[in-house]
C-alpha cells in the first residue's frame, strides 16, 4: 500500500515561530503536494514538486516555503507563523502518469495562537 | 486555469437510498481527468473514482458510479444504497492530463453529506 506520513497530526505554534510540517512517502513517488484546507475553500495548492530539489508555487504560496532534498521528503515550512495559516495542511504524492489518483497523508491540524 | 463547482454545501440521505452529488467543471484543457475523493471525519482523503476525459463509458466502482456529460461539463458522483459509512466530506477534483502540464489535483469545495438512519 502506499503511504504518505506527516509527522504530526496536531500542532499549536506561537505567533513568529518558524514551522516544520514534514511528509514522507514511500512509493517512490515523483510528485509530491501540500494543500491547505479550510471550510467552504476546498483544498487549495501551496506549493508542489516534481522533483528532487524542483519546486512550484501553486495558488497560495504567500508566507510559506518548502524543501525537498530527498524524493521521499517533502517539508513545507512557515517562515513565521500568523494566525491566518491556523488550518488544516495536507500532503499528497502521486506518480507521474496519467489517470493516477494522488494519495493523501492523515493531515496536519496546525493552530497559530 | 481549472475550476471546479460544488453547489451543494450540505446534502442528506435516508439510509440505503441513492444520491448524486453535484460537480461541475470549467477547462480549456483537451485532455483532463477527474476525480472524487471522501473525507472521513478522521480526515484522512479516500480516493473513489476517476474518469478520463476521453473516456465513453461512465466510471463505476461498486456502488460509486460517476455521471460524466462532457457538453455540459459535469461530472456527478452518484452513489447507490446509501450506508451509514458513507457520511462524510465529498470533493470533486480534476487534473490536466496532457504532457508536460501542471500534474496538480484542482479541487471544489466540497459537500458534506449526512446519511439518516
Known amino acids: 500500500d502506499v503511504k504518505v506520513t506527516q509527522s504530526s497530526r496536531y500542532l499549536v505554534k506561537r505567533t513568529g515561530e518558524k514551522v516544520f510540517l514534514e511528509c514522507v512517502q514511500d512509493?517512490?513517488?515523483?510528485?509530491m503536494f501540500w494543500y491547505r484546507q479550510d471550510p467552504g475553500l476546498g483544498l487549495r495548492l501551496i506549493y508542489f514538486?516534481?522533483?528532487?530539489?524542483?519546486?512550484e508555487k501553486g495558488d497560495i504560496p504567500e508566507g510559506y516555503s518548502v524543501s525537498r532534498e530527498k524524493k521521499e521528503r517533502f517539508s513545507l515550512i512557515l517562515e513565521s507563523a500568523s494566525t491566518n495559516q491556523t488550518s488544516m495542511y495536507l500532503c499528497?504524492?502521486?506518480?507521474?502518469?496519467?489517470?493516477?489518483?494522488?494519495?493523501f497523508g492523515q493531515g496536519t491540524r496546525l493552530t497559530v495562537v | 486555469a481549472q475550476k471546479i463547482t460544488q453547489t451543494q454545501p450540505g446534502m442528506f440521505v435516508q439510509e440505503k437510498e441513492a444520491v448524486t452529488l453535484d460537480c461541475t467543471y470549467d477547462?480549456?484543457?483537451?485532455?483532463?481527468?477527474l476525480f472524487w475523493y471522501k473525507q472521513p471525519s478522521s480526515g484522512e482523503m479516500i480516493f473513489l473514482i476517476y474518469?478520463?476525459?476521453?473516456?465513453?463509458q461512465n466510471a463505476t466502482e461498486g456502488r460509486y458510479s460517476l455521471n460524466f456529460q462532457k457538453a455540459r461539463k459535469s461530472a456527478n458522483l452518484v452513489i447507490s444504497a446509501s450506508q451509514l459509512g458513507d457520511s462524510a466530506m465529498y470533493f470533486c477534483?480534476?487534473?490536466?492530463?496532457?504532457?508536460?502540464?501542471?500534474?496538480?489535483?484542482?479541487f471544489g469545495s466540497g459537500t458534506q453529506l449526512t446519511v439518516l438512519p
Open positions: 499528497a504524492s502521486s506518480s507521474g502518469g496519467q489517470g493516477i489518483e494522488a494519495f
Open positions: 512509493m517512490d513517488h515523483e510528485n
Open positions: 514538486s516534481y522533483d528532487v530539489k524542483m519546486k
Open positions: 477547462t480549456s484543457d483537451q485532455s483532463y481527468g
Open positions: 474518469q478520463g476525459s476521453y473516456d465513453e
Open positions: 477534483a480534476m487534473r490536466d492530463l496532457q504532457a508536460g502540464s501542471a500534474r496538480q489535483l484542482t
